[in-house]
């Protein structure tokens, strides 16, 4: 599994439609992908990823991309999209999902990445706590967690920057 996984690295969308049971009995029995915008943006993204022929090593620009809309369109799907495919492609990914206020942070934006996350085919790899997403074996060192954008929750942030890290900061 890790093998065909690691196939996905610079391919957000191919990822999100081989991870993910589209069209399957279950909850997306009734659905084929992503929906357009989503596919969309994930296009973009791995065309940013492989323009910058990030390694794993080598620091690279950062990708940033903002989605302004109206409630309840998926932009925390996308969210936990990106999350999934960050955790399941990059050994050793070190993470923060960040909202406006922790209620929205819990209760919308966490809880989506909880339902996903379940619903991906590496979640066997990952646990998935109210606050922290970490891979069973390298606890410590390959992980996401949730974090208020509070001023003085800054130091949350620190240290995220080495070369192993996430290479997209989602907000």
Not at 47 to 68: H, N, S, W, Y
Request: proline share 4%; hydrophobic share 35%.
């Amino acid at each position: 599994m890790a093998r065909a996984v690691s196939e996905y690295y610079d391919d957000p969308l191919g990822f999100v439609l081989f991870a993910y049971q589209w069209g399957k009995p279950g909850p997306l029995r009734d659905h084929s992908g992503p929906d357009e915008w989503q596919i969309q943006f994930l296009k973009e993204l791995g065309e940013q990823v492989r323009q910058r022929k990030f390694d794993g090593t080598a620091p690279v620009l950062p990708i940033r991309f903002t989605t302004a809309s109206g409630h309840g369109i998926g932009k925390s799907v996308l969210v936990a999209f990106l999350v999934d495919w960050i955790m399941s492609t990059r050994p050793h990914a070190k993470g923060t999902v960040t909202a406006n206020t922790f209620q929205q942070l819990s209760t919308r934006t966490w809880a989506t990445i909880q339902t996903w996350t379940r619903r991906c085919i590496t979640a066997h790899w990952f646990t998935v706590t109210s606050d922290k997403m970490y891979h069973n074996v390298f606890k410590d060192s390959w992980f996401c967690s949730a974090q208020s954008c509070k001023e003085e929750n800054s130091e949350a942030f620190a240290g995220q920057h080495a070369g192993l890290d996430q290479l997209l900061h989602l907000r």
